[in-house]
């Protein structure tokens, strides 16, 4: 009887420990608000990054408000030869997603159009910013 126990004990505590390690290497789970984008066959990382940004603009001093249209996702730019996320803030990453997007100034009516990077390393947004992109006016 004891023969039996023991190797049952080990195979036990063996799935246990694999569980746990299984757990520890998965990506959060999307927010319900963006579970469409997984419909529209969006990569996890640029929903992900959606995701972040609305978070962060709710805090952000510049930014009340931020818009990423869905053929903005579609088309984002997914960079993996990137280390680091931006030259200003070296933050080492394995992606640098980014894609167009509209902010409106907080206090403001008028809406900006901006460039959005992300930064994602092991499955998880570790630095977003946000850049306006001002459209050159043309002098005649």
């Known amino acids: 009887m004891k023969t039996i126990l023991a190797p049952a ?3 036990l505590a063996l799935s246990a420990s694999m569980f746990q390690l299984v757990q520890a290497q998965e990506t959060p789970d999307l927010p319900e608000d963006y579970s469409y984008l997984t419909k529209l066959h969006v990569p996890d990382a640029v929903a992900q990054c959606v995701a972040a940004f609305d978070r962060w603009v709710e805090n952000a ?7 990423v249209p869905d053929r903005r996702v579609l088309s984002a730019k997914i960079d993996d030869d990137t280390p ?3 030259v200003g803030d070296p933050i080492p990453v394995d992606k640098v997603i980014v894609m167009r997007a509209f902010a ?16 994602v390393r092991d499955g998880r947004v ?3 910013s946000l850049t306006p992109n001002i459209k050159p006016k043309i002098v005649r």
Request: charged share 25%; proline share 3%; glycine share 10%.
């Open 9 to 11: 004990l080990l195979a």
């Open 61 to 67: 001093p510049k930014y009340d408000t931020l818009i």
């Open 84 to 86: 680091i996320f931006s």
């Open 104 to 119: 409106k100034a907080r206090g403001k009516a008028q809406w900006t159009r901006v460039d959005s990077r992300c930064g």
């Open 126 to 128: 570790v630095g977003v």
